[in-house]
Structure formats: C-alpha cells, structure tokens
Nanobody
Framework: QVQLVESGGGLVQPGGSLRLSCVAS????????MAWYRQAPGTEREFVAV???????VYADSAKGRFTISSDDAKNTVTLQMNSLNSEDSALYFC???????????WGQGTQVTVSS
C-alpha cells in the first residue's frame, strides 16, 4: 500500500501562485506514476497533471503553460507549481499514485485551493 499526504493549499488572489506538495510512503518502489487531480463542489474529479518515473509529463489543457509537475525521488515528493491562478482553479486538489502492473490507484486526502480576491 501507499500513503499520500498533500500540503500547500490555501487562499490566493487571482493571478497568484501556489505550490502543492505530495509526500508518498509505503510501497513507493512500485509506483509507476504520480498525478494531481482536482474537484470543485458539484463537479467530478478531473485530471490536472501526471509525471511518470522516467520524468515524462502530461498536462490537462487547463494546466498547460501555468502549472508544472515535478518529482524529487530522494524525498518521495511530487510537487505541483501553479501560477497565474484564477477562480476556476479553486478546488480540492488530490494526489494520486499509480502502481506498476496494477490498476490500483491510491489517493491522498486532498488540499484545498481557493482563488479569490
């Protein structure tokens, strides 16, 4: 199993930046990719970005050019740098671990991001 703990959320003004972190523990050697998702009230959880073990990244269209996902294997941490935030980015952000040879995904508890003046 894998445990994920997110941090870094908060209240930010439009145009501002936030840096989210996700620390993984447990069976981390079996993780093949780490991703960020988000969910606003009354909506379905949506994909934001993913980074594979080899460093390849994929972004949702809404995140391209504004968000950057990165990983630090030594710290078992995945980071989401978010710039030029707007109100549509307000949501609960979740970290996800995707496992090798399995369809199992693990989720963190989420960290709230609120973009408001």
């Amino acid at each position: 199993q894998v445990q994920l703990v997110e941090s870094g959320g908060g209240l930010v003004q439009p145009g501002g930046s936030l840096r989210l972190s996700c620390v993984a523990s447990g069976s981390i050697a079996n993780i093949r990719a780490m991703a960020w998702y988000r969910q606003a009230p009354g909506t379905e959880r949506e994909f934001v970005a993913v980074i594979a073990r080899n460093g390849e990244t994929v972004y949702a269209d809404s995140a391209k050019g504004r968000f950057t996902i990165s990983s630090d294997d030594a710290k078992n941490t995945v980071t989401l740098q978010m710039n030029s935030l707007n109100s549509e980015d307000s949501a609960l952000y979740f970290c996800q671990a995707r496992m090798r040879g399995s369809t199992t995904h693990y989720w963190g508890q989420g960290t709230q991001v609120t973009v408001s003046s």
